[in-house]
């Protein structure tokens, strides 16, 4: 048998001892369940790292892909300038055909073709408020746009930086 006293040394208390013993007997499946997860830890770690800084990467792309002027930012805001042009056109042509309206008006029998003239007058000023509104909308969707693409962005950059980090715990 060994003699603990003597490995131990002088006044070594043995029943704290045997408390230790007694504790890992009692507890060996946590003990075991507890070392696995040390012996997993690396490869979880090397896997939530990896998939932090893909995700963080990804974020970026579609955060880029959203915002600036190549981005859909620019091209909805390109459309929303389009539609204002457009619409600036078409007040112009209102007012035109408008003016003829009156001016048919004065001619003598021609009271219908007036009459249908300051009609299409009217349809080309009601289209052109609603593009101007249409306009607008494109204009706020790409102002949304851009933030969302910019905090995207933001986000691929934590989360990548975040990546970086964790893979430092298993020597990455």
Do not use: C, W, Y
Request: aromatic share 2%; proline share 2%.
């Amino acid at each position: 048998m060994v003699d603990l006293g003597k490995i131990l040394g002088a006044g070594a208390d043995i029943s704290r001892l045997q408390d230790v013993v007694d504790f890992i007997a009692d507890h060996r499946d946590d003990i075991e369940t507890s070392a696995k997860i040390a012996r997993d830890l690396p490869a979880l770690l090397v896997l939530l790292s990896s998939g932090l800084a893909d995700a963080g990467a990804h974020a970026s792309k579609a955060g880029k892909a959203l915002s600036g002027a190549s981005g859909a930012t620019g091209r909805v805001g390109d459309s929303a300038h389009a539609l204002a042009a457009i619409s600036s056109s078409l007040s112009s042509v209102g007012t035109l055909v408008g003016d003829a309206a009156i001016d048919i008006s004065k001619v003598p029998l021609m009271g219908g073709p007036s009459r249908q003239l300051a009609s299409a007058a009217h349809a080309v000023a009601d289209t052109k408020k609603n593009l101007d509104g249409l306009a607008v909308d494109l204009k706020d969707i790409s102002e949304l746009l851009d933030t969302v693409g910019h905090a995207l962005e933001l986000l691929g950059t934590t989360l990548g930086a975040t990546g970086r980090e964790a893979n430092k715990f298993v020597g990455g």
